[in-house]
């Protein structure tokens, strides 16, 4: 197995994984998008709230705002051993927010909350809720670390895919390079240069087959296949955890549940 890495800055990463079939390649992406732990507003205490908002709804979009996640710093609370319902500074993070409309309608934002440890909203720019003049709310938001199966809330990736490598064949004897293919691709894959039909980007071609299918000459000169065992990954991260993270944690996850299983056959 291979990897090479095709782009990466802080919210994206797009990289190339060879030699492994399907089943590695979606075992990869469903671990990164369920099984690599993050943090998330799990409990609010509701101190004061007197807006037009239920005290439900504005919990549930609290714990829809991504936040910043130090898997070095915290354990997850089932294994924190502390006992206590709204957890520890072990494996809870603990934010604030208050905030009221004095003289003329305010909007509440992400940024508006606080925190005196690292874990903070990813982007302050995230509207909460309006207050109208005289409305006010006050409340502690307690965040721990889970996972995407549990909930949407705690998904690292908002974008996590793969495709096969695509590999396309051009027969020049036959091909009498009308351009047919190189107007209908949306891509931008094929070129004529010259006189000729070649392929410009072949790592953009998305295997829709438009090409193929618009070729005025039967068979086509042009085939489009795809390795099997050769996989272009996307992911793009919610802010919470650096893509290249990601991907690492789902490996070790993997490979934990890997030895797991391994020690359970071996026991049988």
Same mark, same amino acid.
């Given at each position: 197995?291979?990897?090479?890495?095709?782009?990466?800055?802080?919210?994206?990463?797009?990289?190339?994984?060879?030699?492994?079939?399907?089943?590695?390649?979606?075992?990869?992406?469903?671990?990164?998008?369920?099984?690599?732990?993050?943090?998330?507003?799990?409990?609010?205490?509701?101190?004061?709230?007197?807006?037009?908002?239920?005290?439900?709804?504005?919990?549930?979009?609290?714990?829809?705002? @991504?936040?910043? #996640?130090?898997?070095?710093?915290? %354990? !997850? =609370?089932?294994?924190?051993?502390?006992?206590?319902?709204?957890? &520890?500074?072990?494996?809870?993070?603990?934010?604030?927010?208050?905030?009221?409309?004095?003289?003329?309608?305010?909007?509440?934002?992400?940024?508006?909350?606080?925190?005196?440890?690292?874990?903070?909203?990813?982007?302050?720019?995230?509207?909460?809720?309006?207050?109208?003049?005289?409305?006010?709310?006050?409340?502690?938001?307690?965040?721990?670390?889970?996972?995407?199966?549990?909930?949407?809330?705690?998904? @690292?990736?908002? #974008?996590?895919?793969?495709?096969? %490598? !695509? =590999?396309?064949?051009?027969?020049?004897?036959?091909?009498?390079? &009308?351009?047919?293919?190189?107007?209908?691709?949306?891509?931008?894959?094929?070129?004529?240069?010259?006189?000729?039909?070649?392929?410009?980007?072949?790592?953009?071609?998305?295997?829709?087959?438009?090409?193929?299918?618009?070729?005025?000459?039967?068979?086509?000169?042009?085939?489009?296949?795809?390795?099997?065992?050769?996989?272009?990954?996307?992911?793009?991260?919610?802010?919470?955890?650096?893509?290249?993270?990601?991907?690492?944690?789902?490996?070790?996850?993997?490979?934990?549940?890997?030895?797991?299983?391994?020690?359970?056959?071996?026991?049988?």
């Amino acid at each position: 197995m291979e990897i090479k890495i095709l782009h990466m800055d802080a919210q994206e990463m797009a990289f190339l994984l060879t030699g492994v079939g399907p089943r590695l390649a979606n075992a990869i992406r469903r671990a990164m998008m369920s099984e690599v732990p993050t943090m998330a507003i799990d409990d609010v205490v509701i101190l004061e709230n007197n807006s037009s908002m239920y005290d439900e709804i504005l919990a549930h979009r609290l714990g829809l705002i @991504p936040l910043t #996640t130090d898997l070095d710093s915290y %354990v !997850p =609370r089932e294994v924190c051993g502390c006992g206590s319902e709204l957890g &520890c500074s072990r494996c809870t993070a603990t934010l604030t927010l208050e905030a009221e409309a004095v003289g003329e309608p305010i909007t509440v934002y992400s940024g508006d909350l606080k925190s005196e440890s690292d874990v903070r909203p990813v982007s302050g720019r995230i509207p909460i809720l309006k207050l109208a003049p005289g409305q006010r709310i006050k409340l502690e938001a307690y965040a721990r670390l889970g996972r995407g199966k549990e909930h949407a809330k705690w998904q @690292p990736t908002s #974008t996590c895919s793969y495709k096969n %490598v !695509p =590999r396309i064949r051009i027969d020049g004897k036959r091909c009498d390079a &009308c351009g047919q293919c190189v107007r209908i691709c949306p891509k931008g894959v094929l070129r004529i240069d010259g006189s000729k039909l070649v392929v410009a980007n072949e790592m953009a071609c998305t295997l829709c087959m438009d090409c193929v299918r618009a070729c005025p000459i039967s068979p086509p000169p042009i085939a489009v296949t795809w390795d099997r065992t050769s996989f272009i990954f996307k992911v793009r991260s919610v802010g919470s955890l650096s893509p290249e993270r990601i991907f690492k944690e789902s490996c070790k996850v993997i490979k934990e549940k890997a030895i797991e299983m391994h020690q359970a056959l071996s026991a049988t």
